[in-house]
């Protein structure tokens, strides 16, 4: 079998887009205009059959970093983007690029997963152009003699030496040494005239992935697990979208999403992800928390809508807290946001609706009162920094006192944001600020009250 010229996989390529809406009439007029020799070529014709995110971008790069969910199809993109860089149009010619180099966690994962997978680059590649395996010398040999070397990123001085022009990192973001095993890659790069690489992994908050990304030079794709559930087993979708959907892990493992924790952040992924629960058990209250925000118009910021609920029997100590969801809304007026807060109460049958009036004074418990005049409604007033009233909060986690049920990726994610510094993130932690008025309400003054029978509240 002769693989078709570049021109004919450029045609396939560009037909690619249109021909999977195409109706079957419009199909079998295609594949009937293809000669014999396309038709043969046609299982290997990568382009024709790939999902986007695993078609490299257009334009000048360096890095192409292709982010995705556990079973996206990550693995086939590099294999693919491997042979379209050392085949040439003939099984003899030349190459974009002659010298690889396969960098896995280690040498086995390496080669069972980069060069011997089910997705790897021996299962992509056309009879007629499948390189050789040289198990002495740990390389891929191609018929054109293009040549790809396995190295271990646990072994980064074994990348001192040698050059390439192009580099495939596998599952970067679990590398135990990725560091310097990065570093040591990007001095081999140096062959060729414009040196490449791709870094297929699953998204994990890590240094050297974070500076990956930062780089003007880095272009990425991303997709979640869902982008390629044709290719994979209905038994472990069910499983894995039944244990980890809600869940912050699941967002990093499924949806293919950095997650990331901010240095000196008050709560952390591990942290979260250790107390999640099912089921909320027995509570003795329920309050909805809200934090309106400051306009009621296209641009203000979220208005945090948090649910909470806990079982406060026994000395304070015993006591315990499940947030239990986060019905924040988005560019919210006051109705909108006022009626998403009441929703939450009926939804959950909880015992007051708690409201931060420092920006909003009465009007806040006037538009709520608006539509529902005999809800139980506390207003609360800020009198501390953000981090000042989230820190107490954090303590509780910390005491293992809270748990979390799933659906509560947005708020996690803010919650990861905020330090002893103040919010590392993009405008205002509305979510959190909702939070920490509900435990508060339920857990913190409370506690005190118990301990100070002067304080309790009225």
């Not at 310097?180 to 908050?205: C, H, I, K, Y």
């Amino acid at each position: 079998m002769t693989s078709p010229s570049i021109s004919t996989r450029l045609a396939l390529r560009s037909g690619a887009g249109w021909l999977a809406s195409a109706t079957p009439d419009v199909v079998d007029e295609f594949l009937g205009g293809l000669s014999s020799n396309a038709l043969l070529a046609l299982p290997w014709m990568f382009e024709f059959w790939a999902l986007p995110h695993q078609l490299a971008p257009e334009g000048a790069w360096k890095t192409w970093v292709v982010m995705g969910g556990r079973g996206a199809g990550k693995t086939r993109a590099g294999a693919e983007w491997v042979r379209a860089e050392v085949e040439g149009s003939r099984p003899g010619d030349p190459g974009r690029s002659r010298h690889v180099a396969l960098v896995g966690e280690t040498i086995d994962q390496a080669r069972e997963v980069m060069v011997f997978g089910e997705s790897g680059i021996l299962a992509c590649s056309a009879p007629d152009r499948r390189p050789e395996w040289e198990a002495g010398r740990r390389r891929l040999v191609w018929p054109n003699g293009a040549v790809a070397q396995v190295f271990s990123a646990h072994d980064p001085e074994s990348l001192r030496g040698p050059q390439f022009d192009a580099a495939w990192a596998d599952e970067l973001a679990k590398w135990g040494r990725a560091e310097e095993a990065w570093d040591m890659l990007q001095f081999a790069l140096r062959s060729g005239e414009e040196p490449r690489q791709v870094v297929t992994t699953t998204p994990r908050n890590v240094p050297v992935l974070r500076h990956i990304l930062d780089n003007p030079s880095t272009v990425v794709t991303h997709a979640p697990t869902e982008a390629n559930r044709a290719y994979l087993a209905k038994s472990f979708l069910e499983e894995v979208h039944a244990r980890y959907d809600g869940t912050r892990l699941g967002r990093q493992e499924l949806e293919g999403v950095l997650l990331e924790d901010a240095e000196g952040a008050l709560w952390t992924t591990a942290g979260l992800e250790a107390l999640r629960i099912d089921a909320p058990g027995r509570l003795s209250r329920i309050v909805v928390a809200v934090d309106p925000p400051v306009t009621g118009n296209d641009t203000s910021d979220e208005c945090g809508i948090v649910v909470v609920g806990a079982l406060t029997e026994g000395a304070p100590q015993e006591w315990r807290a499940v947030v239990l969801e986060d019905a924040s809304v988005s560019a919210a007026s006051p109705d909108r946001w006022a009626r998403a807060a009441l929703d939450a109460v009926r939804r959950h049958g909880a015992d007051r609706l708690v409201a931060e009036v420092n920006q909003g004074g009465d009007l806040v418990e006037a538009v709520i009162r608006q539509i529902d005049p005999l809800v139980p409604f506390r207003g609360v007033h800020a009198s501390r920094g953000k981090v000042a009233r989230a820190e107490p909060v954090a303590a509780l986690y910390e005491q293992g006192r809270v748990a979390h049920l799933r659906g509560l990726g947005a708020l996690e994610d803010q919650m990861c944001r905020m330090t002893a510094r103040g919010f590392d993130g993009r405008g205002s932690p509305d979510r959190v600020d909702a939070l920490v008025w509900a435990l508060t309400d339920l857990m913190i003054e409370p506690s005190r009250a118990w301990v100070n029978p002067r304080m309790r509240m009225l």
